[in-house]
């Protein structure tokens, strides 16, 4: 069983997954980032892979990922850092990255070398849906990865249920149109689109991310949700932090 659909039988609640920046805040910093993660009882974690030009993210995941670029961070380069994670990591690890770096290293390539270092999953944000269908999910399917595609406020009920009809492991709900970034609440317009998307039964499980910093912010999503995502808030810790230990204490302090 894929490791995601393993954590997402054995636990339904308050789910908590963290996304980093590969090579942020310095090049050597991806491993002890995700076993310090892992070792503080995070659930999931989504590996960055840092692209000059992220359309999604918001100033502090850009300024990570342009850290990261100069420090000599690659796709190929980030692959060998994750050679033997599995040997001391089992929580699921998705693979965030968009197209440009996907298709320079090889599709398949890239599916292969996800598949050899343990990768569970992949979110690929500006992955058309008739890209994914037509030339992606054969590829996928066959070295055993979950495509999680994002939803937002504005995403039809009939896309949603076609997303949800074609994809397995998670749908990853994003809380607003805007880019990432933290944030202290929701609105009342935000959490109906929450109300919204929960009374729609989806086969899938969901997970809800951009603006989760805190312990309201995080227990007003969770509410409607298996559990959320934080980005910003833990990157902006790291580059703040002493340590990469140091930064998880505060995150998991703030959350939890």
Known sequence: MNRIDRLFKEKQRNILSVYFTAGYPAYGDTTPTI??????????????VPFSDPMADGPVIQNSGTVALRGGMTLKNLFGQLEGIRATV?????????LNPIMQYG?????????????????????????????????????????IM????????????????????????VSTASTTGARDSFDEKTLDYFRRVDAMKLRNPRMIGFG???????????KYASGCI?????????????????AVEKLIGRIR
């Open 35 to 48: 076993a310090t993660l892992a070792a503080h009882g995070v659930d999931m974690i989504e590996i960055g």
């Open 90 to 98: 089992d929580i699921p690890l998705v693979m965030m990255g968009y």
């Open 107 to 147: 599709v398949e390539e890239f599916c292969k070398s996800c598949a050899a270092v343990g990768i569970d999953g992949v979110i690929i944000p500006d992955l058309p849906f008739a890209d994914y269908m037509k030339d992606y999910k054969p590829l996928l399917e066959r070295y055993g990865l979950l495509c």
């Open 150 to 173: 994002l939803i937002t406020p504005e995403t039809s009920e009939e896309r949603i249920r076609l997303i949800d009809d074609h994809t397995t492991g998670f749908i990853y709900m």
């Open 212 to 222: 989760i910093s805190n312990k309201a912010t995080f227990a007003a999503a969770a």
């Open 230 to 246: 934080i980005g910003s808030t833990f990157i902006r810790l790291a580059g703040e932090s002493a340590s990469i230990g140091e």
